[in-house]
């Protein structure tokens, strides 16, 4: 489950979700609109590493660890990558309502308890990633259009 959330998957997903949704007749640019959701994840993923340095939060025990993981623990990069792509993939396709947050919703938690059955998070790590995915995905609803269809 944890792999779902790595970038060799998520980046080509995201950026085939992107240029399957494009739509040049509703006045998008299909390059722009191809390229969002890659951004969106890429961007988030870069602000939720930097928290994480800022937070500095220890991993559970090494002797729990069933992977090596890498850097802070708190919050999940794994949970956040997958909230944020699943969110950036919904909103791709211009979906309202609960399912842009019940699908990151559904996402952060199938990737979040792998990681801590794996060992290598606190729930409370996990807990933090898709709040923080999601407030991401709704601060880039609001200062880029062309996920939320009014452009």
Do not use: Q
């Not at 794994?78 to 211009?94: D, K, N, P, Q």
């Amino acid at each position: 489950m944890s792999a779902l959330a790595e970038p060799t998957a998520v980046y080509p997903l995201l950026l085939g979700v992107g240029l399957r949704t494009a739509n040049p007749a509703l006045g998008r640019s299909v390059a722009v609109h191809a390229c969002r959701p890659l951004l969106v994840v890429a961007s988030g993923a870069a602000m939720r590493r930097a928290l994480s340095r800022r937070v500095a939060r220890a991993r559970p025990p090494s002797s729990a660890w069933l992977v090596e993981p890498k850097g802070y623990s708190l919050p999940s990069r794994h949970t956040t990558v997958a909230a944020l792509t699943v969110g950036a993939c919904v909103r791709s396709m211009t979906l309202r309502g609960s399912p842009r947050w019940l699908a990151s919703a559904v996402a952060a938690v199938a990737v979040g308890t792998s990681r801590v059955w794996l060992g290598v998070h606190w729930p409370s790590d996990v807990l933090a990633g898709w709040p923080f995915a999601e407030a991401w995905l709704r601060l880039t609803d609001a200062t880029c259009p062309i996920s939320s269809g009014r452009a």
